[in-house]
C-alpha cells in the first residue's frame, strides 16, 4: 500500500521561504511522477507543481513559476517543494500525489491523474 506524507509545512511571512517534503513509501518501482496541489479555503483544489519520475520533465502553475521549485530524491523516494518569496494568496493547504507508470518525462498537470495521495500539510502566509 503507497503512503504519501507531507512536512515542512507552517506559519510565514510574506517574502519568507518554506520547503515541503513528500515522503513515499510502499512504491513498487520508481517510475512515478509526482505533483503537489494546493487548496485554499473555499476553493477547488489546483495544481501547483509536478515532477516526471526521472526528474527530467517538471511542470507548474503560471502563479508559482520562478518562485516554487520541485525536485525529488530518488534514493529516499521523496520528492520536495521549495516555496521562495511567498506571497498571502499562496496560503493553501498542500498536497502532495503520486501517479504510477508514468513515462520518463511526463509531469501530469491534472489531478484526475494521479493515483495516491496524501493528507496534506498547512501553509500559511501572513501579510
Known amino acids: 500500500q503507497v503512503h504519501l506524507v507531507e512536512s515542512g509545512g507552517g506559519l510565514v511571512q510574506a517574502g519568507g521561504s518554506l520547503r515541503l517534503s513528500c515522503a513515499a513509501s510502499g512504491l513498487t518501482s520508481s517510475s512515478y511522477a509526482m505533483g503537489w496541489f494546493r487548496q485554499a479555503p473555499g476553493k477547488e483544489r489546483e495544481f501547483v507543481a509536478s515532477i516526471s519520475w526521472s526528474g527530467t520533465g517538471t511542470g507548474y502553475t503560471d502563479s508559482v513559476k520562478g518562485r516554487f521549485t520541485i525536485s525529488r530524491d530518488g534514493a529516499k523516494n521523496t520528492v520536495y517543494l521549495q516555496m521562495n518569496s511567498l506571497k498571502p494568496e499562496d496560503t493553501a493547504v498542500y498536497f502532495c500525489?503520486?501517479?504510477?507508470?508514468?513515462?520518463?518525462?511526463?509531469?501530469?498537470?491534472?489531478?484526475?491523474?494521479?493515483?495516491?495521495w496524501g493528507q496534506g500539510t498547512q501553509v500559511t502566509v501572513s501579510s
Open positions: 500525489a503520486a501517479r504510477r507508470f508514468s513515462g520518463s518525462s511526463y509531469a501530469p498537470l491534472r489531478s484526475s491523474e494521479y493515483n495516491y
